[in-house]
């Protein structure tokens, strides 16, 4: 079974990907490791906890979420991924940065996107990483009232890493140990 989205405007389904799901165990969605098209899977394939993304005809809203244990970035956000909210979500213990925000140009950035209320610690398993790592021309992010902590668990070393040309990026209220607060590239 692959996974398929309807389209009403065009009246019909497109293809997101090839995978097909290996097992359901309670509301975990297991998928096997081929998944194309912008979605990448490890060997160990790729798992949703039941999310539902429903009649969305604006801003996203990711919310309740558990990103763990991925071999590379946990959360990463480039190519016009904008004006999202990420909101009550625990990322953590992920292979390289909690939440990347990719090396793309001003007009292809992931601008706009606010991160309230979220746990993002120990992530870094594979090399020294961020909580938050803001490269790129992105420009207008919000981190507030999070929990960003390394416990020494990994190589989390900045709660928050602003790139050199990344600008207006906002900290407020976060509550962080373990690991410096922000590190601006220079």
């Known amino acids: 079974m692959g996974i398929q989205l309807a389209d009403d405007a065009h009246k019909q389904g497109w293809d997101v990907t090839t995978a ?9 969605i297991y998928f096997d490791n081929r998944t194309n098209n912008d979605y990448l899977s490890t ?25 763990y244990a991925n ?17 009550n979500n625990h990322v953590y213990e992920n292979g390289e940065h909690g939440i990347l925000f990719r090396d793309e140009n001003e007009q292809n950035s992931g601008h706009r996107n606010s991160f309230v209320h979220n746990i993002i610690e120990n992530n870094g398993l594979e090399q020294e ?6 490269g790129g021309e992105t420009h207008d992010i919000q981190i507030s009232h999070n929990t960003i902590r390394s416990t020494g668990k990994e190589n989390q070393t900045a709660a928050i890493f602003i790139g050199r040309r ?9 509550q962080i140990s373990g690991c410096q607060e922000i590190v601006r590239e220079k």
Do not use: L
């Open 20 to 28: 097909v799901i290996t097992d359901i165990q309670d509301n975990v």
């Open 71 to 87: 071999g590379d970035n946990g959360i990463s956000i480039g190519h016009k991924d904008t004006d999202n909210i990420f909101e």
């Open 129 to 134: 990483s961020s909580g938050f790592y803001i």
């Open 166 to 174: 990344s600008s207006r990026i906002t900290s407020s209220d976060n």
């Open 43 to 67: 060997s160990n394939g790729t798992m949703t906890n039941g999310c539902s993304i429903i009649d969305n005809k604006g801003d996203g809203i990711f919310r309740n979420n558990t990103v």
